[in-house]
């Protein structure tokens, strides 16, 4: 007997990811060192900011827009394997490079400060781009489990 998820489910998890994503946008994001105590967030300030990071080589506001399609493209009933493969990775070690992060850069001079601790808008961030991932590969790799036709091409058909 198998399971399937169907196009409610499929749109509820992606609403689950969605509402991970958001959360973490209403919370602190991290308290560094450096001399005095500085709080990093709410979540929704370092989005904005973010794009700034690309400018230092920083390039983690990137797995925000490419979580985003990744969802949209999940939601739609269409099957775009390739590009969910290309934002899954993006996601992912996005993901893994700050499973690892040690300091933060924190206004608009390239010096990093050493992460006292992780608050809940990250911890959030996290859990909403595993999730992602995790249900990005599912949809590539068993479409049919969220209840998504699997993409035929041109040699498969002939």
Known sequence: MKHYLGK??????????GLLWALSLCFDVAHVGGGEQQVIGPGLFVLVGGWMGILMAEYDWVANPALIFLM???????????VSWMLMLAVSSIFFKNLFRDSWINGTAPTPYPIERFDAG??????????????GLISVLKPEWLGKPRSTSARETA
């Open 8 to 17: 409610r489910g499929r749109r509820l998890l992606v609403t689950v990811v």
């Open 72 to 82: 949209l493209i999940i939601w739609d009933e269409e099957g775009y394997p390739k």
């Open 122 to 135: 990250f911890y959030l961030w996290m859990a909403a781009l595993a999730s992602g991932c995790v249900l």
